[in-house]
């Protein structure tokens, strides 16, 4: 069985403001690494995107079956696709307050790549000094440059 450790990041300069994400994907010896931006975004929007990203990536490359461990260093992420988006779902996309799930169109997606490809989610602290949580974090660093650097 092909395996991946997949490490993910997303942020913001301001929230909202321009947001960039990451990934990083090792497959034995080889790594995998992209990123991207948005101008104007929010940094739990740039989380999500780039699990995405980075589980589509991993679709695309063996399709299901393979074992994913996603590292991420999102308590937002990591609960939400864990615990809180079976109530998510059952309440019609609506949180225990009964408001509007957030980013319900990302988490829709997640969703459906979640039980295709039965990651495991592993929590990671941030800029805790692990390699690729740190590499990932340059990543949208540089993805933010991107469009921060734009002339306005």
């Not at 699990?51 to 999102?74: K, M, P, Q």
């Not at 039965?118 to 340059?138: A, F, Q, S």
Request: proline share 3%; net charge neutral; with cysteine.
């Amino acid at each position: 069985m092909t395996k991946f450790d997949i490490y993910t990041d997303g942020g913001c300069h301001g929230n909202p403001g321009p947001g960039g994400w990451a990934f990083v994907v090792i497959k034995t010896e080889t790594v995998a690494e992209r990123y991207g931006a948005a101008e104007q975004t929010t940094n739990n929007r740039m989380e999500l995107t780039a699990v995405i990203a980075a589980l589509e990536y991993c679709r695309s490359e063996v399709g299901a079956g393979a074992e994913l461990n996603i590292h991420t260093d999102s308590q937002y992420v990591r609960n939400g696709i864990t615990d809180w988006i079976e109530r998510w779902r059952r309440n019609g996309w609506r949180t225990a307050a009964k408001k509007d799930v957030k980013n319900r169109d990302l988490w829709e997606q997640l969703d459906r790549l979640n039980d295709q490809l039965h990651p495991r989610w592993i929590w990671v602290r941030g800029h805790d000094g692990d390699h690729n949580n740190e590499r990932c974090h340059t990543l949208v660093q540089q993805a933010i440059a991107t469009v921060s650097a734009k002339p306005g």
